[in-house]
T-cell receptor, first 114, second 108 residues
């Protein structure tokens, strides 16, 4: 398994501002993903964080709104830009460990936009 | 769009066996079936994965019939701490598409 940490664990932000969420893993991973889980809903994949190159976004998500970085095998950031109350969600990173197949999820970052 | 269908909710009592069935009507030949568990305020936790027949681990059993159009997650002797949302997925890549999940409530 992997130990995945996310920072911050929660935040309250004003509309129009941006928040960067960090995901750190204690093992080298092959794949890293970012998901969103809106209140009472299931998880929705935002993008695949690619090391050293631009992230691959799912339909409905764009780089200008959710810029993602992945500078190395164990770290990634997701920025939620120009936030509105509709961005209030839990944001989760997930990883696939090198040599493994199982996808592990971080604890999530709970974001409230006022 | 989710590929799987499962009941929205289920209730059980402590000590009972719980079986949650999922429909995989669009499963592809090389798809695996995976189940996750999610507690409130936590990320999903991997429970079990299989391709066909039966898989068992220390947490649960997974039954997959020959046609693979369904799967059943079996939780033996549930406790209050098994109250959670359970997601079934079928996939052949690391991109996971989550459906609605089944909200299991265990009562004393």
């Amino acid at each position: 398994s992997a130990v995945i940490s996310q920072k911050p664990s929660r935040d309250i932000c004003q509309r129009g501002t941006s928040l960067t969420i960090q995901c750190q893993v204690d093992s080298q991973v092959t794949m890293m993903f970012w998901y969103r889980q809106q209140p009472g809903q299931s998880l929705t994949l935002i993008a695949t964080a690619n090391q050293g190159s631009e992230a691959t976004y799912e339909s409905g998500f764009v780089i200008d709104k959710f810029p993602i970085s992945r500078p190395n095998l164990t770290f990634s950031t997701l920025t939620v830009s120009n936030m509105s109350p509709e961005d209030s969600s839990i944001y989760l990173c997930s990883v696939v460990i090198r040599g493994g197949e199982t996808q592990y999820f971080g604890p999530g970052t709970r974001l409230l936009v006022l | 769009l989710a590929k799987t269908t499962q009941p929205i909710s289920m209730d059980s009592y402590e000590g009972q066996e719980v079986n949650i069935t999922c429909s995989h009507n669009n499963i592809a030949t090389n798809d695996y079936i995976t189940w996750y568990q999610q507690f409130p305020s936590q990320g999903p936790r991997f429970i079990i994965q299989g391709y066909k027949t039966k898989v068992t681990n220390e947490v649960a059993s997974l039954f997959i019939p020959a046609d693979r159009k369904s799967s059943t997650l079996s939780l033996p002797r549930v406790s209050l701490s098994d109250t959670a949302v359970y997601y079934c997925l079928d996939h052949n890549t690391d991109k996971l598409i989550f459906g609605t999940g089944t909200r299991l409530q265990v009562f004393p």
